[in-house]
């Protein structure tokens, strides 16, 4: 069986230094910034509420699309 | 002439396989024979009355990296037939670890697997550095097989010092982690482990969180030259997180040709589809050619505490996090303070479940008191104590912390994995690995010993869930093959001569009590064995019901297949 697993929703690994403008820059483009951000804040909301001093990793998963409905 | 023959034995092989009756002989700390019938002489004849033998269980999620420098038994999990440990998961091991990084991994290990300061500093000798010297330094002692997993943090840690918690590696830095895993794995490490989710005593990621995905990538590569198993936990208690690890697991696991296992799969109230979810994902992958191993533990989790240390129980309750994060005159004072107290109650019934469990404040048991007068209430549900005096609960707790200085011991019972109906399948379920145990952790929180009796009591026995053969399976043959234990985990002529002798009617853990032998006399809750009768490691009885443990010391080193070759 061909190895290619579509992912059941879009999501991407932070690169060193981003935050969620850099993101929201990187992944669309054709949006204002703002309006993205508030996106992916909605649908990542374990990184918006994860306490401080931790602070988003190159680990991470952010997700660049909604939950399935 | 064998060195011992154990005859009249219902004898389950590890294969899955239907048991027969017959005998088994060890000399030389190996099976020798096995069969239906067996002739020659040996210098010991047990009769096993016609009791279950199988291969000693493999226990293949504990943290007795600590404790096996001064336990080499790993007691109690030696007395439940378990006669395989695997230490060092979640990315925390006590090697490689540089003298001046020791302060700080101590702190992050008591953090994480909540042991006692005390106990933990008075029985740490710290006399080694490298992983080679680590596990020298109680080779000798053991009574126990110990695998351990080379560390990700402490990898992190050895190569790049501080800047480890602070940053991604550079691609030299990567190449230094990837020569130290090789030295890992030479001197006997059976794998790697890491984390996508704790954190350190500072509230802040562990080293390996700060890992770029190509990190990860370059260790896994090592991993896969010598066959050996990486270990992780995951987001366990987001479906979709969760899916996505399993994914990336996936990838790993075909680009380097290794078994990757994440621990645990937990079932949840709050995330009822979660494991059917995760389960699907894992299917998907494993017909992909991925080899994605799911842990799951068997019991339901208890949490018990004390007002004077942190517990995940209150993580996302704010105001009671906070005052319990104080020094205890502190949390004292803001309990018997009446603004403050009107908040946590208000908190305790209104606040967020913690990630994966569903926690009510007045169902909570009094587990044992400190002071005389208080002793009746042990035992006994804050619901009902407080009905009886026609006050609140949750200040009825806050009074009784307060009288007893912060000593009183609350119990929360069957917080999360307590649905039987939606466990037992996922339990019996062939892709799933028994583990996630976590022997040797939360010691001062809950007994993390007996998952081996309970499957037995609990899914063979009452839910008919497993038959005894795939019980014995799944504790034995199958987490052999998965972590690459190639000598043990079946029983066959040649191989260790790992073995425990059970009663198939009785066989279960027993209840949870506190006991006092930790070093610094520091508690710890522990849950005794029922229906063990013997379990001998390598040939050596190692423990028997009759006259608890031996004193002998059978126990080895496993180390990663190529290596073991």
Known sequence: ?69 | MYDLIIKNARIFDGTGEPPFHGAVAVSEGRIAAMGTRLDGDARAVVDAGGRALAPGFIDSHTHFDAQITWDGLATPSLEHGVTTVINGNCSLTMAPVRARHREFVGAVFRQIEEMPAAAFDAGMRWNWETFEEYLASFRDQLGINVATLAGHSMLRLWVMGEAARERCATDDEIARMQQLLRECLDAGALGLSTSWVDIDHEHRPVPCRLAAPEELDALCAVLGEYGAVMQVVPEFWDPDLLCVRIDILGELSRRHGITVSFSPLFDSNATPDLVQRALARVRLQTLHGARVVPQMQTRPIDVTFEFDMPTSVFSTRPTWWATILKPHAETLRDFQDAGVRKQLVEEAYNGLHPIAMEVHFPDFIVNRCHLAHNKPLEGRCLRDIAAERDCDPVELMLDLAVEEDLKTCFTALEVGHNNLERITGPIADPLVQIGSGDGGAHVTRFATYGDTGYLFSRFVRDAGALTPEQAVYKLTGQVAANWGLVDRGRLRPGLAADLVLFDLDTIDRGPEIAVEDLPAEGYRYVRRARGVEQVYVNGVLAYSAGDGYSGDRGGRIVSSPRVAA
């Not at chain 1, 999501?11 to 949006?31: Q, T």
């Open chain 1, 1 to 69: 069986m061909s190895a290619t697993i579509e992912p059941l929703r879009p999501w991407v690994y932070p690169r060193e230094g981003d935050d969620w403008r850099s993101i929201a820059a990187r992944e669309f483009p054709d949006r204002p910034v703002d309006e993205a951000v508030a996106d992916l804040q909605s649908w990542n909301l374990y990184l918006v509420f994860r306490p401080a001093p931790a602070m988003m990793t190159r680990s991470d998963i952010v997700f660049t699309g909604p939950p399935a409905a």
